[in-house]
């Protein structure tokens, strides 16, 4: 039996069970005009807007309660009630780079104390590591480090599939691809489907932050433009690689900025259907020097616009990005699973090693455990599910948590397909 509404804030609505125990036409009866016509038009199959999906990053009360409650159902309706993660591994391969990013605490120049560039066997030693454990994809990232040149890319590929044939390489943000090509001397196209043919498998939609020109001249002096952002991504979906879409908020930004880089994601999607999902990450202030030392700089985002920033990302993606991430690594086990409720669906990887975090002050980033993974899902009333990272499932975790991850047992040499076709999990 449903029941009554009592109170209408979130907290309420959460404790007395959320949308599963609510009629949403009550929730919606409750909510004022602008917000509740707003909603009512995406319920009738609608498109939101730039304008009212700024109304809904500034809406409160019963009006949040209402925009959470639909922002649900569409992820009910999306992908039911399945929360799925990727068990994988960062290998943060260099942390070089000159760029002066002003959010970064990760690069460090050659000569200061715990700079590294990992020997090309070392990363190929990790990936193997990281197979060994069950992991299914290595997600490689770096500085844009001087020392190496634009076929080090490659390299890094080769080496690793010299070692670990299947595993899935998730690698080399836009920056990096800007970075590999202008050395290379090759066109953006060129250097992916090089990438490509060496095995590449999809690139993070990393360096994204806000695609707006005036917050990226603060945040990285524009030294990759969202024009180029965008001309980067769309040639990686051009040649067939799929990329995630980030965006990082909550330092110099606004809802008028976040909403206009969720609808230009929404604009590529349309265009080339090649984003796998949205990954809202929050500003991590800690030790950014960002938030050091210029001032007006927020400490990253409240606990509302983390839950609004994946709700109103769901809300404008409708249709077009099925998977809504968040990121445990930035908020933690506990704001995550509430995001669960709110919208989101995904909830990204084990991450063996998450440098870049960590060195940004973040209090998680240390390895989270299968059986721990997958109880935190399960505690959100939500089935776990094991994914590659392109989304197809490779274990259900319905009625148990997670043992160890165990390797794939596959033949040497098979495609990641090929490969999952014939898995043997043994968890
Ligand atoms: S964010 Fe990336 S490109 Fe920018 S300074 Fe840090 S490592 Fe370099």
């Known amino acids: 039996m449903k029941s009554s509404i009592q109170n209408y804030d979130l907290a309420s609505f959460f404790e007395n069970g959320g949308i599963d125990n609510m009629d949403l036409s009550i929730l919606l009866r409750r909510a004022r005009n602008p917000i509740r016509s707003i909603l009512e038009s995406l319920l009738n199959g609608g498109e939101l807007s730039r304008q009212d999906a700024v109304k809904l990053f500034n809406c409160s009360g019963a009006d949040y309660v209402a925009l959470i409650a639909v922002a649900d159902k569409f992820r009910s309706e999306a992908v039911g009630q399945k929360v799925t993660f990727v068990v994988n591994r960062n290998i943060n391969f260099t942390n070089i780079c000159y760029m002066g990013c002003k959010f970064c605490n990760f690069a460090k120049r050659s000569d200061e104390e715990g700079a590294e560039l990992l020997p090309l066997d070392e990363v190929a030693r990790r990936a193997a590591e990281a197979w060994s454990r069950g992991a299914t994809e290595v997600c490689i990232q770096g500085g844009l480090n001087p020392k190496i040149p634009g076929s080090y890319y490659k390299d890094i590929l080769q080496v690793i599939k010299k070692e670990v044939p299947d595993i899935h390489i998730h690698a080399f943000s836009p920056f990096e691809i800007w970075y590999g090509a202008k050395k290379s001397r090759m066109e953006y196209d060129e250097f992916l489907s090089d990438l490509k043919e060496n095995g590449l498998g999809s690139i993070p939609g990393t360096a994204a932050e806000i695609l707006d020109t005036n917050v990226r001249k603060v ?6 433009s969202a024009d180029k952002w965008v001309e980067i991504i769309k040639s990686a979906h051009g040649v ?19 909403v206009s880089h969720i609808a230009l994601i929404r604009d590529i999607q349309k265009d080339t259907g090649g984003f796998t999902e949205f990954v809202p990450l929050g500003f991590i202030h800690d030790e950014s020097p960002l938030y050091k030392n210029i001032s007006g700089v927020r400490p990253g985002p409240t606990e509302d616009e983390n839950i609004k920033m994946h709700a109103i990302a769901r809300l404008m993606l409708r249709g077009w ?27 990204g990887g084990t991450l063996m090693n998450e440098s870049i975090s960590r060195s940004a002050g973040a209090r998680w980033g240390q390895e989270v455990m299968p059986r721990e993974m997958t109880g935190i899902i399960r505690g959100a009333g939500r089935i776990p ?24 047992v596959a033949r040497s040499g098979t495609s990641e397909t090929e490969a999952l076709a014939s898995r043997s999990w043994l968890v």
Not at 219 to 224: A, E, G, S, V
Not at 240 to 258: F, K, Q, R, V
Not at 325 to 333: A, I, N, Y
Not at 385 to 408: C, H, M, W
Request: with cysteine; charged share 20%; glycine share 8%.
């Open 385 to 408: 599910v094991q994914r590659t990272t392109l989304y197809k499932e490779i274990a259900s975790y319905n009625d148990r948590d997670a043992g160890e991850f165990k390797p794939l």
């Open 321 to 347: 990005v099925d998977n809504i991430q968040v990121s445990w690594v930035k908020l933690g086990p506990s704001l995550a699973q509430k995001i669960l409720k709110c919208g989101a669906n995904d909830f």
């Open 219 to 224: 945040l990285t002096q524009n030294k990759l």
């Open 240 to 258: 067939g690689l799929h990329s995630t879409a980030t965006i990082m908020y909550g330092h110099i930004d606004g809802p008028e900025h976040w």
